[in-house]
């Protein structure tokens, strides 16, 4: 749970840095990285609430 909490944040954060860079205007190249992060931080993220789900099931056979 721990973990989900952590990279909760760090999406967070990630967001508030795109956000940041798209209103400061900055450079696509800049603004796509950002964005890519984001994404691998949210895939990440449901890839980790899958596992919970999983793990819940298997623990209540």
Known sequence: MQRKEILRNQI???RRKLDFA??????????????????????????????EKVEKKISCL
């Open 22 to 51: 798209l209103a400061s205007g900055s450079d696509v190249k800049n603004y796509y990285q950002i964005s890519v992060e984001l994404d691998e931080m949210i895939e990440k993220y449901i890839d980790l609430c899958e596992e």
């Open 12 to 14: 967070e954060r990630t």
